[in-house]
């Protein structure tokens, strides 16, 4: 289990690092694709299946693939393709092989209980009755906060689009 933390918690901060570094938005949006599921992983290494299973639909799936679309639609140039297709076909497949073999790695194992749970602990109704009683101030500002980041983008994409420079 602790191999299974160190690898992916490796993985997930080259991957951070790939997204800050990367010059093209498509490969740095990709890096954070393989950071996201990275950090499942991590999150199933703590016992924290629903929280893993959330971070890939939603993290991973969703809202990589709106931010892949918004990256593709503001920048829609020719792309270049950097070195080999297959290279880079198959650097993508052995990474997904390894975060699948991670992921499934400790699932196999059946955990360990240190003590009796209340009913209902760690279940979509408590999850979401936690969020929306105790938590809806954090989770109603950060909702805010990423509309003025999508307001945001849309502002920078059109001062670009009329040639006007970003000051």
């Keep these: 289990m602790i191999v299974t933390f160190y690898i992916a918690g490796t993985l997930a901060?080259?991957?951070?690092?790939g997204t800050v570094l990367a010059r093209d938005p498509l490969r740095a949006a990709l890096s954070l694709v393989l950071c996201l599921l990275s950090l499942a992983v991590l999150y199933v290494t703590l016992s924290a299946h629903f929280v893993a299973a959330i971070q890939i639909i939603v993290?991973?799936?969703?809202?990589?693939?709106?931010?892949?679309?918004?990256?593709?639609?503001?920048?829609?140039?020719?792309r270049k393709a950097g070195g080999s297709r297959l290279l880079w076909a198959v650097l993508g497949l052995a990474?997904?092989?390894?975060?699948?073999?991670?992921?499934l790695e400790p699932i196999s194992v059946i955990p360990e209980y240190g003590g009796e749970v209340s009913r209902g602990f760690g279940t979509t109704e408590a999850i979401g009755g936690a969020v929306f009683r105790h938590y809806v101030l954090p989770f109603e500002v950060l909702s805010g906060l990423l509309l003025a980041a999508m307001i945001g983008t849309v502002i920078l994409a059109r001062k670009k689009e009329r040639g006007e420079g970003v000051a």
């Design 13 to 17: 901060i080259a991957a951070s690092l």
């Design 59 to 78: 993290y991973a799936g969703a809202i990589m693939v709106f931010f892949v679309l918004v990256i593709m639609m503001l920048d829609p140039g020719e």
């Design 95 to 103: 990474v997904s092989g390894v975060l699948l073999a991670l992921l």
